[in-house]
């Protein structure tokens, strides 16, 4: 789908060029990679057990920004997980300037990352 974007988006830059006349230089640069969850199966059973499976979201959309532990993710398995801050009135996503962390979900996170190591550290 980069690709794609790229070769759609050069035409359209040079579409709008051309239809006013101008010259268009385009110029595409690559940053962030696609951060790929492989371990998502783990993440959900592991949140389940922590908030209940009614309350667990797994197969979730497509989110388009750019997110910095997609590098971490190029080469070990792993996944990237939302705890949940919370839909009402003045929320807002991570990387803006208005967000406010929700204080009452820090018990879930803690007990999500205590019951992964949990699931790590028990013997085979």
Not at 25 to 37: K, M, T
Not at 38 to 51: G, I, M, N, Q, S
Not at 70 to 83: N, Q, R, S, T, V
């Amino acid at each position: 789908m980069r690709e794609v974007f790229k070769v759609r988006l050069k035409q359209i830059a040079e579409g709008t060029a051309n239809t006013n006349r101008a010259r268009c230089e385009f110029e595409y640069q690559r940053g962030y990679p696609v951060l790929a969850n492989t371990e998502t199966e783990l993440a959900a059973a592991t949140a389940a057990e922590v908030v209940g499976a009614g309350q667990v979201e797994s197969d979730m959309q497509p989110i388009m920004g750019a997110e910095d532990f997609a590098f971490m993710l190029k080469e070990p398995p792993g996944y990237y997980i939302l705890i949940g801050n919370g839909d009402g009135e003045g929320t807002c996503h991570v990387y803006n300037s208005s967000y406010d962390f929700n204080d009452e979900a820090i018990p879930f996170g803690v007990g999500y990352w205590a019951k992964l190591a949990e699931r790590f550290l028990a013997p085979a």
